[in-house]
T-cell receptor, first 115, second 113 residues
């Protein structure tokens, strides 16, 4: 079965520092991969997605992610974190098949930003 | 601006009550989803619908049912609420296609006493 693993439950970074959130997936074919962000009290918002082409994808709010097939990873990065980036981040995969746009989510990573 | 709305942000119910959670989208999307969000477990799919009057079970359908009588509205029903259904419930919608973004509502935090 398809699965998504986010190894870090919590991460704390200083404002202005760089950020990398890890995501590993278990999936046989070419995955469709997504990163969503959930700010406190809000629904989820799409940051970026990958399904083909350049393995480094750019998203909103200065985020980027790199797809590495050999490592089954899709890590999210930001060069300089802002206090407003404090939120919960979810990696997800669309397995495809009969119901192509169902999503399987990871457990999430809570980002704390210290000033 | 696209929008998915949910009928309540907070809801408190008693064990055994029948509970209705409503979700409405204004984007004419074919596909709608109900998720449950619990700390450390991420989002888990309860039910989804690809068309009016059509429904499919997700990963954790037990104790829930759904209704989709109109394209824009997707309801989640707890026939007899239990304390282990205390959770955050998120509704989402998307146009057809595997690469398409799911748009989420703000969520309903349900507490069952």
């Amino acid at each position: 079965a398809q699965s998504v693993t986010q190894p870090d439950i919590h991460i704390t970074v200083s404002e202005g520092a760089s950020l990398e959130l890890r995501c590993n997936y278990s999936y046989g074919a070419t995955p469709y991969l997504f990163w969503y962000v959930q700010s406190p009290g809000q629904g989820l918002q799409l940051l970026l997605k990958y399904f083909s082409g350049d393995t480094l994808v750019q998203g909103i709010k200065g985020f980027e992610a790199e797809f590495k097939r050999s490592q089954s990873s899709f890590n999210l990065r930001k060069p300089s974190v802002h206090w407003s980036d404090a939120a919960e981040y979810f990696c997800a995969v669309a397995p495809g098949g009969e119901y192509g746009n169902k999503l399987v989510f990871g457990a999430g990573t809570i980002l704390r930003v210290k000033s | 601006d696209v929008k998915v709305t949910q009928s309540s942000r907070y809801l408190v119910k008693r064990t055994g009550e029948k509970v209705f959670l409503e979700c409405v989208q204004d984007m004419d999307h074919e596909n709608m989803f109900w998720y449950r969000q619990d700390p450390g477990l991420g989002l888990r799919l309860i039910y989804f619908s690809y068309d009016v009057k059509m429904k499919e079970k997700g990963d954790i359908p037990e104790g829930y049912s759904v209704s989709r009588e109109k394209k824009e509205r997707f309801s989640l029903i707890l026939e007899s609420a239990s304390t282990n259904q205390t959770s955050m419930y998120l509704c989402a919608s998307t146009a057809g296609g595997r690469a398409n973004e799911q748009f989420f509502g703000p969520g309903t935090r349900l507490t069952v006493l």
